[in-house]
């Protein structure tokens, strides 16, 4: 240890680095140097703070959906797929019945939908004793009728009742404004991936219930025709080649995303003091197991009922989005960065001047200094110190001895 630092003075060992501010006096390391702030301060409180609200708590959004069926607003008419005489080679034809809640054609509730578009009707009877319960797989039972089989009667042209409200629970937001809405399909980008776009200028502007044609659903959802093969949807199913998604059933995914932290519409709300929000329905087809209803309808308890099979259009809802509430914590956050990133341009601007700019010795030579050795500068003036008391000793010396002689 005393060997290094007899070769190595203490003071440069422990020297200490610290900032000097120094004015280069030079108009391209300034307008660089301002350039860089400039940049830094669009990015930041315009573009970011700004335009992509940033200073928003954006939390997910939640939201209570009720579906249910309504007849078509224009009454019925005759549908291709309907014939008196049932032909279940493609394309498939059988007869029609006419949407009626009390025959059990769609069945709705909280967040779902279920829309017959293919019903089969099979009539049972069998000797049960008194206080036995019937079925299906009874030993006795016997078919008495079908099975029937029908299709739904301009399926496409009901009307799905949609009834919503959005709530952000972190943020405690819930609906106070207007909701604006848009049905959407998934377009496929030529740069890969896929984007939402409006589907045939649908949309919905009121506090009431949306109004959704089934075919428009369909449509968003790229099924716009029932009776196709459904080759790819069956696919590994043990079903017959020639069924069709009418004689089949689906499922669509209704996803409901909503919105308020687009920058016109959070600006707009700002402004007139508002809190209007924003939503899409997005459908999408999803692939399941096979999806259908059954139900036993008794005529005569016990011996004597009508089993109800309906296949036909599941739609499952789900709530997605994004709501946004102004939060300081945010804002505060976001101008810290600020001022990080500001300082972050002093030194990149430093960095250029020291070390590739055409002037960097001339700029490194007046940004660093080598002070002198402070522990040098101690010693000698303590020894100054010494000298400057030696020689008042010694004028003192002499006037006491001049003093003496007189």
Not at 278 to 305: A, N
Not at 357 to 372: I, S, V
Request: charged fraction near 20%.
């Amino acid at each position: 240890m005393g060997g290094y630092f007899s070769r190595h003075d203490p003071d440069d060992v422990f020297s200490y680095n610290t900032i000097k501010i120094v004015t280069i006096r030079d108009r391209y390391l300034g307008v660089l140097h301002h350039g860089f702030q400039l940049g830094i301060f669009i990015y930041i409180v315009i573009y970011v703070i700004f335009i992509q609200l940033a200073f928003l708590d954006k939390q997910p959004a939640y939201g209570a959906i009720r579906l249910a069926l309504l007849s078509p607003s224009s009454g019925y008419s005759v549908s291709p797929y309907c014939s008196a005489t049932p032909n279940l080679s493609f394309p498939q034809k059988l007869p029609c019945i006419a949407h009626d809640k009390d025959k059990g054609i769609s069945g709705a509730g909280q967040g779902n939908l279920f829309i017959t578009t293919h019903l089969t009707l099979t009539e049972y009877s069998a000797n049960c004793t008194a206080g036995a319960v019937c079925d299906v797989s009874h030993e006795d039972a016997t078919i008495i009728s079908g099975p029937s089989e029908f299709f739904t009667q301009n399926v496409e042209d009901h009307i799905i009742s949609i009834d919503h409200s959005p709530i952000s629970v972190d943020l405690g937001l819930s609906l106070e404004g207007e909701l604006e809405g848009q049905l959407q399909y998934q377009k496929s980008s030529d740069v890969g991936g896929h984007t939402w776009e409006q589907y045939n200028g649908i949309t919905y502007n009121s506090l009431a219930a949306d109004h959704l044609k089934v075919g428009d659903l369909l449509g968003a959802a790229n099924l716009k025709d029932l009776d196709v093969l459904a080759n790819e949807y069956l696919a590994g199913k043990n079903t017959s080649a020639h069924e069709t998604y009418r004689y089949y059933g689906l499922d669509v995914l209704l996803i409901l995303n909503y919105d308020n932290t687009r920058f016109e519409l959070y600006w707009l709300n700002v402004r007139d003091n508002t809190n209007n929000m924003e939503y899409q329905y997005r459908p999408y087809p999803i692939v399941k197991l096979d999806d259908f209803l059954e139900e036993t309808v008794y005529i005569h308890y016990p011996d004597r009922w009508v089993q109800v099979e309906r296949r036909g259009i599941r739609i499952t809802t789900q709530v997605t989005g994004t709501l946004g509430g102004f939060a300081f914590q945010t804002l505060l956050i976001q101008l810290t960065t600020a001022l990080a990133l500001m300082r972050l341009a002093t030194t990149l601007v430093d960095m250029a001047a020291i070390h590739v700019l055409p002037r960097k010795l001339l700029y490194k030579g007046a940004k660093y200094q080598l002070t002198e050795d402070f522990s040098d500068l101690m010693a000698a003036k303590k020894r100054d110190a010494e000298e400057e008391k030696k020689r008042s000793n010694g004028a003192n010396t002499d006037n006491e001895m001049h003093t003496i002689s007189i």
